[in-house]
Antibody
Framework: QVQLQESGPGLVKPSETLSLTCTVS????????WSWIRQPPGKGLEWIGY???????NYNPSLKSRVGTSIDTTRKQFSLNLRSVTAADTAVYYC????????????WGQGTLVTVSS | QSALTQPASVSGSPGQSTTISCTGT?????????VSWYQQHPGKAPKLVIY???NRPSGVSNRFSGSKSANTASLTISGLQAEDEADYYC??????????FGGGTKLTVL
């Protein structure tokens, strides 16, 4: 069974960079696309983007200019960087895995709340 | 890309059926059979209940079913139970290879 766990600071200052890491256990790390999804408090889900173990990426056009992702297959980790954050970036951030060839989010982390505030 | 359109809320009594719609465009919902549905209880991560329009993952009740017509996908929950009360989100693959979610629907079991 694939399990995902997000980690990173819970508080980020405005204009700084939000950085999160997702650690994967179980399953074959190379058999998945790895996504980041966020949910502002009381609001809906928003797909941020995905990365594959080859390093290929695809991002939500509305966030593309501020998003970066990386992957470490040795450690079974992938990371999110979101630059120049504002209060609107306050959200629960989820990491999720999609089986290669599938278009669904099969596995999810528990989510981590990141608050943008000075 | 614009979020898919879902009703903000639906409700139904125990034992009844209810349907949640998800409307997109020919560049997402209408163009591919890659619509999925997620159930989210308060404070929990979403859980996949339908994939590829109408397929149920192993372990999901057969009371959940999905369909699609043109640019609108639908999730039907039959024999409503108290445990079905949750938020439901649709998601679709898009022509850009990205993913897009609906705004979410709150299901209340009366």
């Amino acid at each position: 069974q694939v399990q995902l766990q997000e980690s990173g600071p819970g508080l980020v200052k405005p204009s700084e960079t939000l950085s999160l890491t997702c650690t994967v256990s179980g399953g074959s790390f190379s058999s998945f696309y790895w996504s980041w999804i966020r949910q502002p408090p009381g609001k809906g889900l928003e797909w941020i983007g995905y990365i594959y173990n080859s390093g290929s990426t695809n991002y939500n056009p509305s966030l593309k200019s501020r998003v970066g992702t990386s992957i470490d297959t040795t450690r079974k980790q992938f990371s999110l960087n979101l630059r120049s954050v504002t209060a609107a970036d306050t959200a629960v951030y989820y990491c999720a895995g999609s089986t290669v060839g599938a278009k669904t989010f099969d596995y999810w982390g528990q989510g981590t709340l990141v608050t943008v505030s000075s | 890309q614009s979020a898919l359109t879902q009703p903000a809320s639906v409700s139904g009594s125990p034992g009844q059926s209810t349907t949640i719609s998800c409307t997109g465009t020919s560049s997402d919902v209408g163009g591919y059979n890659y619509v999925s549905w997620y159930q989210q209880h308060p404070g929990k991560a979403p859980k996949l209940v339908i994939y590829d329009v109408s397929n149920r993952p192993s372990g999901v009740s057969n009371r959940f079913s999905g369909s699609k017509s043109a640019n609108t996908a639908s999730l039907t929950i039959s024999g409503l139970q108290a445990e079905d009360e949750a938020d439901y989100y649709c998601s679709s693959y898009t022509s850009s290879g990205t993913r897009v979610f609906g705004g979410g629907t709150k299901l209340t079991v009366l």
